[in-house]
């Protein structure tokens, strides 16, 4: 079974920045999206960036001009770039792949982000 592998969090302050990671562990067919959500304590998840071929991109608007998602042109790893990191951006970050031809997406298991004020 394919997993979603993702790294890059951690513990940083306010005003940094951190680059989160996500790749597959194997063939997951053709994409038709991928992105990230995350999930504040105590709040719903929420979508927060999302890219569909190279360069189509939607962000939530908390986080425009600030973070930025990309993907490498050769596979399905895909990045959320996150600087001028704030406390409120605190929340466990989970990536996701949209498949074509199949309900729901595939999640990844979700990593901490955390941001000190």
């Known amino acids: 079974q394919v997993q979603i592998m993702e790294s890059g969090g951690g513990l940083v302050q306010a005003g940094g920045s951190l680059r989160l990671s996500c790749a597959p562990s194997?063939?997951?067919?053709?994409?038709?999206?991928m992105g990230w959500h995350r999930e504040p304590p105590g709040k719903q998840r929420e979508l927060v960036a999302a890219?569909?071929?190279?360069?189509?991109?939607w962000y939530a608007d908390s986080v425009k001009d600030r973070f930025a998602i990309s993907r490498n042109a050769t596979g399905n790893t895909i990045y959320l770039h996150m600087n001028n990191l704030r406390p409120e951006d605190t929340a466990v970050y989970y990536c996701?792949?949209?498949?074509?031809?199949?309900?729901?997406?595939?999640w990844g298991q979700g990593i901490q982000v955390t941001v000190s004020s």
């Open positions: 996701y792949y949209s498949i074509d031809g199949r309900a729901g997406h595939l």
């Open positions: 194997g063939d997951i067919g053709s994409t038709n999206g």
């Open positions: 890219i569909a071929g190279i360069s189509s991109t």
